[in-house]
């Protein structure tokens, strides 16, 4: 009987497990952007460049996915499609510079969740191996005009590479802007810390960073000896990837990213990279604008992990993370926005509000807008190819209403690399099925005598 009850019970645990997971697996329907096949110029609107004035009744041409000419009274070549935006707006792409996008689908369902390896030291980890180009998140993400991320993995200590991502294409190649735009180290606190949400004693949290600190040294440690071994072309030397991975970081080829929020953690990460001459881009710096001359004097720039953010002290003042993008300005420090956060991709969508949020408590609102634009794409190297509307660069773009740092603006169009990009999503797949469902509840309602 025991037996038979067993088996029962597996027999219900896998039909539902079963039953739940194509509603993990589900792809969103939307097609990828097929590649440009003629000039298209978009004439009448607004142009906002970001890297120059702002050109009122303008044109902007682009052809095989660059930009070619911008500007008044552009000549169009007889073959172009053009598309009339009198009334319209044109911006470079928003540009998230630290996300969990194409990695994480539910974060409650285990299986939809492939953010972090296994183990504390995994600098051989690609991020971009493991996105999944039928996200759902991906589509709504587009839709509100972020169409380039940075996907970083996570876990651990040292979590691997992150990479630049396009935001549509059939497969992870055709979304990988940059791939290995840096390597990911969390930081470890540097002092014990007491708070409701503070699981480990002071002693343990203590033993905890010395033990942390201690791998990121000897990691560190094995990979310049392992790099030393390769250059001297010693004998028997057996490939290791993980060193091979860090090869990059240790020549200043790649560098590295550090999650340090508390002006310890910062100072720490400051002096770990200087001794060994390693290329820092920092992200979190809730406590950066405090340590604001160490920053500039190793020109370390700063991903801002978030404008949404409850003060980390008690006694920080209620506005902190607010202020945090124009104090780090008025200080010189070079930065840009993230909307990393608690729900990771579903909230990427969110990222121009950061930037609004910045800007209504003192952040110039050009600055705002470069600050998701233009500044993440030059803090991790690729402002040769997007972040402004120049001549050369990649026709990755979108069309809106309005300003896009405001709720009401729509986004109507989207381009990547000249390909137009779909803007339906989930969401708006559900509310039009629910206008649907009240409209005939309505009409039913009105009908019966």
């Known amino acids: 009987m025991n037996l038979l009850i067993r088996n029962i019970t597996w027999c219900i645990l896998a039909t539902l497990i079963l039953g739940a997971w194509p509603a993990c697996l589900l792809a969103n329907p939307e097609i990828p952007g097929a590649p440009q096949e003629k000039p298209i110029a978009l004439v009448g609107g607004t142009i906002h460049p970001v890297s120059g004035p702002v050109i009122h009744n303008g044109t902007l041409l682009f052809d095989k996915g660059r930009i070619v000419r911008l500007g008044k009274d552009i000549p169009v070549p007889a073959n172009s499609q053009v598309i009339n935006i009198k009334g319209k707006h044109v911006y470079p792409s928003l540009f998230d510079a630290m996300t969990n996008t194409g990695l994480v689908e539910v974060k409650a369902v285990r299986a939809s969740v492939d953010e972090a390896e296994t183990g504390t030291v995994n600098p051989n980890v690609k991020a971009q191996v493991a996105v999944n180009p039928d996200s759902e998140l991906i589509p709504v993400t587009r839709s509100n005009g972020v169409l380039l991320v940075l996907t970083a993995p996570t876990g651990g200590t040292i979590s691997g590479q992150a990479a630049v991502m396009q935001l549509d294409g059939w497969t992870w190649e055709n979304m990988t802007l940059k791939p290995a735009v840096g390597m990911i180290v969390k930081w470890p606190n540097m002092a014990a810390v007491s708070d409701w949400w503070v ?45 091979e991975a860090m090869i990059p970081v240790l020549t200043g080829k790649q560098p590295i990213i550090v999650q340090a929020n508390e002006i310890q953690q910062i100072q720490a990460a400051v002096a770990f990279a200087s001794k060994r001459n390693l290329k820092m881009i920092l992200f979190g710096g809730y406590d950066a604008p405090r340590c604001a001359p160490l920053l500039k004097q190793h020109q370390i720039p700063v991903i801002i992990g978030g404008v949404y953010q409850l003060p980390r002290r008690r006694h920080d003042f209620y506005d902190d993370a607010y202020t945090l993008p124009e104090r780090l300005r008025q200080q010189g420090i070079k930065f840009c926005i993230s909307s990393f956060g608690r729900f990771g991709a579903a909230n990427v969508r969110n990222l121009p509000y950061h930037a ?57 169009q989207a381009f990547i690399q000249g390909r137009r990009v779909a803007l339906n999503d989930r969401h708006k797949r559900l509310w039009r099925k629910y206008q649907q469902k009240y409209q005939q509840l309505k009409k039913n309602a009105a009908a019966q005598p």
Do not use: C, M
């Open 356 to 412: 609004a949020v910045a800007a209504a408590f003192g952040l110039p609102e050009d600055e705002a807008l470069k600050a998701i634009t233009l500044s993440p794409a030059e803090i991790l190297g690729v402002d040769q190819q997007v972040g402004s509307l120049q001549a050369g660069k990649d026709a990755t773009l979108i069309i809106t209403t309005g300003n896009p740092l405001e709720t009401t603006t729509l986004v109507e």
């Open 199 to 243: 699981e480990k004693s002071a002693k343990q949290q203590i033993e905890s960073r010395e033990k942390s600190l201690k791998t990121l040294h000897e990691t560190f440690d094995q990979a310049e000896a392992y790099r030393q071994a390769r250059l001297a072309k010693v004998k028997d030397q057996a490939k290791d990837s993980r060193w």
